[in-house]
């Protein structure tokens, strides 16, 4: 169940840097998860040329927003669905964007994992996905200082097969090595497996 995030609007010079920091192409579907007033869907779609669907609980917002789209003539680029993110499937994603708080980032990570390509892009505004590594970052200075932060979900996956490589490998150095030696190895090994999750 999606914890509750109070609406706090995203500035339209934020929801542009976001979408241009994720390299989004005309065509490409973005899903903005707490999709709010619609801000981001209406930037993608009509500035980026996309297909944008969002996913709100609250009702006023779900209505406010499917109001802006028709008003800009852009409700056949638009699709905003009432209802709890963690339940509604996100693989069409080519982008995912969040404007959350950091627990319910750090709670989206197993169905970001699950659902989305291996070339999907995570941008995310004001907070980090805790425990994984951006590739990019960077900041808007408008009224305050807006961090974004932008993911790869192929490089999330190749950063956790590399942990378990590190841990076989090291389970055989222990096995097969006097304890002094493996222990020099330790650093060679941890620099193979950083090959593995290093941002491409």
Known sequence: MT??????PTPEPVATRMLELSNLKAGETVCDLG???????????RDFGAKALGIEMRQDLVKRSRREARELGLEKSIKVIQG??????????DV???????????????KLKKELKADARIVTH?????GWQP???EKVELDR??????YRCGDIRGAGLSQKMMSSLLDIQRE?????????????????????????
């Not at 999709?35 to 779609?45: F, K, V």
């Not at 995912?96 to 197993?110: I, K, Q």
């Not at 004001?126 to 805790?130: A, G, S, V």
């Open 135 to 137: 590739i990019k970052k």
């Open 84 to 93: 709890d993110f963690f339940n509604i499937c996100i693989s069409e994603a």
């Open 145 to 150: 200082t807006h961090p974004i932060f932008l």
């Open 126 to 130: 004001d907070y980090e996905i805790r």
């Open 96 to 110: 995912v964007t969040l404007f959350l708080l950091p627990s319910a980032n750090a709670d989206l990570r197993p």
């Open 35 to 45: 999709s709010g007033d619609g801000a981001i869907l209406i930037t993608a779609a």
């Open 176 to 200: 097969h090595m006097p304890r002094k030696i493996w222990r020099c190895e330790i650093k060679l090994i941890r620099k193979i497996c950083n090959v593995f999750k290093a941002p491409r």
């Open 3 to 8: 914890k509750k995030v109070p609406f706090v």
